[in-house]
């Protein structure tokens, strides 16, 4: 059982669709941090989102954290191909960062 | 920079071998660790080091070793490789373990346990 689930696991849409992927806990955290993979790389960091309700937008990226910091949610507006890759939440557990298993997006053109 | 570096890219090994995954960061960061990432399972912590000397175990501690006797280096040690080791191993650092810290990836090395 993983500490952080993330949702959809697989999301693959049409160029300029909006889709919306999320990530809950049943544990509270301090924090919690969206990456990015593409294929043969690490990941890198996108946001991390720090207050209870807190919003960050970044272009067509809107980051969510829930008002109990149990959850997050990522959406994009009007996705592009190159918005395709490996979204994974984190969260600070301790001192140990942990991540969700992922979600594959693939935007088709 | 060269940030987080990792060797070898590639590595296939026998059941029973033993070998060390370099890393490496040229930033000065403190906090250094290593994941494993495989199908389905995202990335799961193996063992991580809030600084020189000091290290823990993470998610998935099992057949792995790790030390830390200077700031730029964090090997990671197989004892007896198993098929189960099969995967992608990350290495990452940030400055501190603080919630806003940026963890900084390398690109992995991928082994292969026959």
């Known amino acids: 059982t993983q500490l952080l689930e993330q949702s959809p696991q697989f999301l693959s849409i049409q160029e300029g669709e909006n889709l919306t992927v999320y990530c809950n806990s049943s544990?509270?955290?301090?924090?919690l941090q969206w990456y990015r993979q593409e294929p043969g790389e690490g990941p890198v960091l996108l946001v991390t989102v720090v207050t209870g309700g807190e919003v960050k937008k970044l272009k067509r990226l809107t980051f969510q954290f829930g008002d109990a910091r149990k959850d997050s949610s990522l959406h994009i507006t009007a996705a592009q191909p190159g918005d395709t890759g490996l979204y994974l939440c984190?969260?600070?557990?301790?001192?140990?960062?942990?991540f969700g298993a992922g979600t594959i997006l693939r935007v088709k053109s | 920079n060269a940030g987080v570096t990792q060797t070898p890219k590639f590595q296939v090994l026998k059941t029973g071998q033993s070998m060390t995954l370099q890393c490496a960061q040229d930033?000065?960061?403190?906090?250094m660790s290593w994941y494993r990432q495989d199908p389905g399972m995202g990335l799961r912590l193996i063992h991580y080091s809030v600084g020189a000397g000091i290290t823990d175990q993470g998610e998935v501690p099992n057949g792995y070793n790790v030390s830390r006797s200077t700031t730029e280096d964090f090997p990671l040690r197989l004892l007896s490789a198993a098929p189960s080791q099969t995967s992608v191993y990350f290495c990452?650092?940030?400055?501190?373990?603080?919630?806003?810290?940026?963890?900084?990836f390398g690109p992995g090395t991928r082994l292969l346990v026959l």
């Open positions: 984190a969260g600070l557990y301790g001192n140990k960062l942990v």
């Open positions: 990452a650092s940030s400055y501190g373990h603080q919630y806003q810290e940026t963890q900084y």
């Open positions: 930033m000065n960061h403190e906090y």
């Open positions: 544990s509270v955290f301090s924090s």
